[in-house]
């Protein structure tokens, strides 16, 4: 084939000759050519890469007849992509043969460490298979990890796209060991998207971008469209696509100093355990030793008996911070295993040794009904890992230990803490439900500490036992042979609906060793009955740890006043701020806030935006008399206010002013009128 290719080559340059030379060389020029005529001697071989692309005509050989200068330069061979690699800092990709030529000098050990390599243009893959850049195939020998990426690989913006890997089905299949556009990267990858990507790998390890990152690894403003799915491999019946996420498969066993960032997938996943929507698996070294930062997840996660989640299915030592999941996730329940069928999170299924989530979101509906430990947010929480300031919209199923934001916070080790955290949707499993933590246990080291903290739920929260409005089952020693520490639950409010039996705040409140679970100052509507369904402090089981709780109207009026810090608090907006903001609303969690808007529907300038926490006794604000119109107060909810009037603000919220044609208005007078007692008309948004 190659020789055929140059043939033809040098019978183009010949005639391209023939058509240039003066009249009387054209008998010579038309002479019939020898046989077994091909490229000159000693002309340079056509790469792997350069099949399937034109090749160029060979110089004529020393002593022949001289072509034209211009035709010289024209057939001189271009040089094989990458033949400076030992002097160049900067390589351009322009084509796809390009493309596969440098994975391939990747796999064969030019790791391009210090050295950049840019796209210069989108390229469309012809169809043929991808072998991925820094890979070893196990069938032809190498062990895993040998060829890597260790320079940096910037797409500059461009697509690649219908790039497919098929792999590791059959005994004569290749298997790498990790399987994306790359396999191993120790390097930096950056702003290139893939669409129409396809991937089936009977193997592990697999990614969109990269199979595997090792130390320093960074993939920055990535986006990775099309499909990513495990397979069957046909010598043994088993199910591959263990550690399968839509921008990376894993990190290295105990890593460090990993980052993906600012990386969206819209893949659709089909994998087996550690199956993530961003990341498979993100196993740091120590604290925050990886980081997952600003990624987004829209494509669809469908895992297998555990650990699964909507960015990571599971994660060690890792920072969780501003990443949104907006894709459903799905547990797969597997009767054949003895221990799993657990961990599935809208951000990660499995949080371990100080993993922190933080601002996180979730929008995507969870299903796992047969499974445990399932949350909006995170699946389970332990050894010292927190969420902080996220919030659940999803619907959540469940089976045992289910939550809105976290299914099982586990004490075992240096605790948890979930704190200023929101949930909104629908939260429902069997035994242990509540609508931020399903099951919160107690900790047999002193001094830990496992809290739940200035949360807010107002999804309905539904089971068959210990359903709670905020944790499902409090405080137990299900992890803990002796308790030292009880778990508490402070400054939370849930509106949400929970089933007869059940506990506006906690379901079931376990004591041990006279240590019962701690509920303090929590608040709820009054219609919901009272704070603990059974247990320590429920109905005819009084505790002491078990106070400063109560319910509220629908003006947020405490109708049992608390103690906060010494002080008596009659208002659901004072005693939050006592009891989690240190007696400032200022430092309340912003799940405990709503904003109030107000419209000046025409005339005026509006009063400012007001941001307060749920239940103040807001003083509604006046305004000045404008383009000939008189103030008249303002209306919300079909109920009409004067300025200076007390309404007490428990929903976000939008006040619309009133006017009146001329100067004589009806809004307030020059100064304001004293602040009656506090919502002396009913709630705008409840009407009580």
Request: one cysteine or more; aromatic letters at 6%.
């Amino acid at each position: 084939m190659k020789k055929r290719k140059q043939l033809m080559c040098g019978l183009l340059a010949a005639a391209l000759l023939a058509s240039a030379l003066p009249v009387w060389a054209e008998d010579a020029a038309s002479a019939p050519a020898l046989d077994g005529a091909g490229p000159a001697e000693g002309a340079a071989p056509v790469s792997e890469a350069q099949q399937g692309q034109p090749a160029e005509a060979s110089p004529a050989e020393d002593g022949g007849a001289q072509a034209p200068a211009q035709l010289q330069a024209a057939a001189a061979p271009q040089a094989e992509w990458g033949v400076d690699y030992e002097t160049a800092d900067e390589f351009t990709i322009s084509t796809e043969a390009e493309l596969r030529s440098f994975a391939a000098m990747v796999n064969e050990g030019r790791n391009f460490a210090g050295k950049t390599v840019k796209l210069a243009n989108s390229i469309a893959m012809s169809g043929g298979l991808w072998v991925p850049a820094g890979s070893v195939d196990f069938t032809s020998g190498g062990d895993a990890g040998d060829r890597f990426f260790a320079g940096t690989f910037d797409g500059q913006g461009h697509t690649i796209s219908g790039l497919v890997i098929d792999c590791g089905k059959g005994e004569n299949d290749p298997a790498y060991d990790a399987v994306g556009l790359f396999g191993y990267v120790c390097g930096t990858i950056k702003n290139v998207s893939l669409t129409g990507l396809s991937i089936s790998a009977a193997t592990n390890f697999v990614g969109g971008i990269a199979g595997c990152l090792m130390d320093h690894a960074v993939i920055s403003g990535c986006t990775v469209k099309g499909s990513i799915s495990g397979a069957v491999y046909e010598g043994d019946g088993d199910a591959y696509g263990a550690q399968m996420g839509g921008i990376a498969g894993t990190t290295e066993n105990t890593c460090e100093n990993v980052r993906i960032e600012n990386c969206v997938s819209e893949a659709s996943l089909n994998g087996e355990t550690d199956a993530g929507g961003i990341i498979g698996r993100a196993d740091g070294r120590y604290e925050q030793s990886v980081t997952l930062l600003n990624c987004t997840n829209r494509g669809e996660v469908n895992g297998g008996s555990y650990h699964v989640g909507g960015i990571a299915g599971s994660a060690d030592g890792t920072a969780i911070t501003g990443c949104l999941n907006e894709g459903a996730v799905t547990g797969t329940y597997d009767d054949t295993i003895q221990l799993g069928n657990r961990g599935v999170g809208g951000i990660v299924g499995n949080a371990t040794d100080e993993v922190g989530i933080t601002n996180c979101r979730n929008s995507g509906n969870i299903t796992a009904p047969r499974q445990e430990w399932v949350g909006g947010i995170a699946g389970c929480l332990h050894q010292g890992s927190s969420v902080n300031g996220c919030t659940n919209s999803g619907a959540i199923q469940g089976g045992d230990r289910t939550g809105g934001i976290v299914g099982y916070a586990d004490a075992y080790v240096d605790g948890y803490e979930v704190a200023g955290c929101a949930n909104t949707g629908s939260v429902s499993g069997a035994d242990a439900v509540g609508g931020i933590v399903g099951h919160t246990s107690a900790s047999e080291e002193e001094n830990t500490n496992v809290r739940v903290t200035g949360c807010t739920n107002s999804g309905a929260v539904s089971g068959n036992s210990a359903v709670g409005g905020i944790v499902g089952d409090h405080s137990s020693d299900y992890a803990a042979s002796d308790v030292h520490t009880a778990a508490t639950v402070q400054g939370c409010v849930n509106t949400g609906t929970v089933p007869a039996g059940g506990g506006a705040i906690v379901g079931n409140n376990n004591e041990k060793e006279g240590k019962p679970g701690k509920v303090e100052s929590c608040f709820w509507p009054q219609e919901q009955g009272g704070a603990v369904g059974t247990g320590a402090g429920s109905a005819g089981q009084p505790s002491d740890a078990v106070k400063n709780n109560s319910s509220y109207d629908g003006a947020g009026r405490l109708n049992t006043p608390v103690e906060v810090n010494g002080e008596t608090k009659y208002d659901l907006a004072g005693a939050l701020a006592g009891a989690v903001g240190g007696g400032s609303a200022a430092n309340v969690p912003d799940a405990l806030k709503v904003t109030v808007r107000f419209d000046a529907n025409g005339h005026g300038t509006a009063p400012a935006v007001q941001q307060v926490v749920l239940g103040t006794q807001l003083v509604l604000p006046d305004m000045a008399d404008a383009d000939g119109h008189a103030f008249a107060g303002w209306q919300q909810g079909g109920l009409t206010y004067k300025a200076g009037e007390v309404c007490g603000i428990m929903a976000d919220t939008v006040f619309t002013a009133q006017w009146n044609s001329g100067t004589q208005g009806g809004g307030a007078g020059n100064t304001p009128a004293p602040s009656p007692a506090p919502a002396q008309k009913p709630n705008p948004q409840t009407g009580l």
